[in-house]
């Protein structure tokens, strides 16, 4: 009899989309749960979503530890790392968007506050890239590249589509776009380089600044209630023009690997004749 692995292994590998259709709609379900049913006074809300950010990193690395792709999602040492010169703009871009820390921490209400914050930014950055450039977008690798890349950026977009119950229609679609452009570059630097590590730190310092804002300012409101709704478009605006030039930079990534790839092959194919 088949074990649970094998059962999982051979399903994901025969019906990839659709393994991958119903992690993403695991994750939703939960999210959604959460967004809806648990009360949001401000103690319940804080460690209600800390909890339920390591539930689903548990969750989705046990998947990668029973399907064998603990290393093939890029939880590897740096010795398997490759090509880290790519990061040079993505980490620039997330020193820009990390800008409004800089006014913001001198604002902020305590010295908890803000380390609550830091420990929310951290476990999204660990949850969100184990969930979507680590499960996710191993699950599509039968794909190729780029369409794995783009099918997983779309899953990690809507996944953004609870913040309906807060923020207003133009701003939660904006977000959901920027999730999907930020998807899209962060799996092509996965794919490229081997690594899900530094996607985790880049991931967390894109968020700080937001979670700070909402969790230490004097103004924070743990619902994600908006209070200039204009404001927080506007700056949503900036971060989509970022973030498309980072998928953009993704796209030649996988472009460029592709190339190196074929030729390889070519060359592979030659030698042998």
Same mark, same amino acid.
């Given at each position: 009899?088949?074990?649970?692995?094998?059962?999982?292994?051979?399903?994901?590998?025969?019906?990839?989309?659709?393994?991958?259709?119903?992690?993403?709609?695991?994750?939703?379900?939960?999210?959604?749960?959460?967004?809806?049913?648990?009360?949001?006074?401000?103690?319940?809300?804080?460690?209600?979503?800390?909890?339920?950010?390591?539930?689903?990193?548990?969750?989705?690395?046990?998947?990668?530890?029973?399907?064998?792709?603990?290393?093939?999602?890029?939880?590897?040492?740096?010795?398997?790392?490759?090509?880290?010169?790519?990061?040079?703009?993505?980490?620039?871009?997330?020193?820009?968007?990390?800008?409004?820390?800089?006014?913001?921490?001198?604002?902020?209400?305590?010295?908890?506050?803000?380390?609550?914050?830091?420990?929310?930014?951290?476990?999204?950055?660990?949850?969100?890239?184990?969930?979507?450039?680590?499960?996710?977008?191993?699950?599509?690798?039968?794909?190729?590249?780029?369409?794995? &890349?783009?099918?997983? &950026?779309?899953?990690?977009?809507?996944?953004?589509?609870?913040?309906?119950?807060?923020?207003?229609?133009?701003?939660?679609?904006?977000?959901?776009?920027?999730?999907?452009?930020?998807?899209?570059?962060?799996?092509?630097?996965?794919?490229?380089?081997?690594?899900?590590?530094?996607?985790?730190?880049?991931?967390?310092?894109?968020?700080? &600044?937001?979670?700070?804002?909402?969790?230490?300012?004097?103004?924070?409101?743990?619902?994600?209630?908006?209070?200039?709704?204009?404001?927080?478009?506007?700056?949503?605006?900036?971060?989509?023009?970022?973030?498309?030039?980072?998928?953009?930079?993704?796209?030649?990534?996988?472009?460029?690997?592709?190339?190196?790839?074929?030729?390889?092959?070519?060359?592979?194919?030659?030698?042998?004749?």
């Amino acid at each position: 009899m088949l074990n649970t692995s094998s059962v999982l292994k051979t399903f994901a590998t025969r019906y990839p989309f659709l393994f991958a259709f119903l992690c993403f709609l695991l994750v939703f379900v939960i999210l959604s749960i959460d967004t809806y049913l648990v009360p949001k006074n401000a103690v319940i809300a804080q460690w209600s979503s800390i909890i339920l950010l390591i539930i689903l990193f548990l969750l989705a690395f046990a998947l990668l530890f029973s399907l064998g792709w603990i290393r093939a999602a890029g939880f590897t040492a740096p010795a398997n790392w490759r090509d880290m010169h790519v990061f040079w703009l993505p980490v620039l871009i997330t020193l820009i968007i990390m800008v409004p820390l800089l006014f913001e921490l001198p604002r902020a209400s305590s010295f908890g506050a803000v380390t609550y914050a830091a420990l929310f930014a951290l476990l999204t950055g660990l949850n969100e890239e184990t969930l979507s450039r680590g499960l996710i977008l191993q699950i599509l690798r039968p794909y190729g590249p780029v369409r794995a &890349a783009l099918i997983s &950026a779309i899953f990690f977009g809507l996944l953004h589509g609870n913040n309906f119950a807060y923020l207003p229609l133009p701003v939660v679609v904006a977000q959901i776009i920027w999730a999907m452009l930020l998807g899209f570059a962060y799996a092509a630097l996965r794919l490229r380089t081997g690594t899900i590590w530094p996607l985790i730190i880049l991931h967390a310092c894109s968020d700080l &600044a937001v979670d700070v804002n909402l969790y230490a300012s004097p103004q924070k409101n743990v619902t994600g209630a908006v209070s200039s709704p204009g404001l927080l478009l506007a700056s949503l605006g900036g971060l989509l023009l970022l973030t498309l030039i980072l998928a953009i930079y993704g796209f030649f990534l996988l472009h460029y690997q592709k190339q190196v790839d074929s030729a390889l092959q070519t060359e592979g194919v030659a030698e042998t004749k």
